[in-house]
């Protein structure tokens, strides 16, 4: 059974950092590629960041509103993704997503775990 089980969000003050991690379970989580997308009340789903596989490099690629502030980050050993976020912004508000994803293969979701950035 295929499971990604997201922990570490929360409430924290503007410029505060959290790390959320993605557990993955069921699948070769090695060969796929990871990401995490955010979802704020109100406006569509968008992708956050993302980690290739190491086939590929584990290369990253980050949405502009985070780069230079988050950090997406993989253990294959222990078949967990991060995301190390710093110099949080009330806008960063939302529920953030991890994605598990390969070419013919399917795609995976976890359940969403909540970040509030507030005073």
């Known amino acids: 059974q295929v499971q990604l089980v997201e922990s570490g969000g929360g409430l924290v003050q503007p410029g505060g950092s959290l790390r959320l991690s993605c557990a993955a379970s069921g699948f070769t989580f090695s060969s796929y590629t990871m990401n995490w997308y955010r979802q704020a009340p109100g406006k569509e789903r968008e992708v956050v960041a993302g980690i290739a596989s190491s086939s590929f490099g584990s290369s990253t690629t980050y949405a502009d509103s985070v780069k230079g502030r988050f950090t997406i980050s993989r253990d294959n050993a222990k078949n967990t993704v991060y995301l190390q976020m710093n110099s949080l912004k009330p806008e960063d508000t939302a529920v953030y997503y991890c994605?598990?994803?390969?070419?013919?293969?399917?795609?995976?979701w976890g359940q969403g775990t909540q970040v509030t950035v507030s005073s």
């Open positions: 994605n598990a994803v390969r070419r013919y293969s399917t795609t995976y």
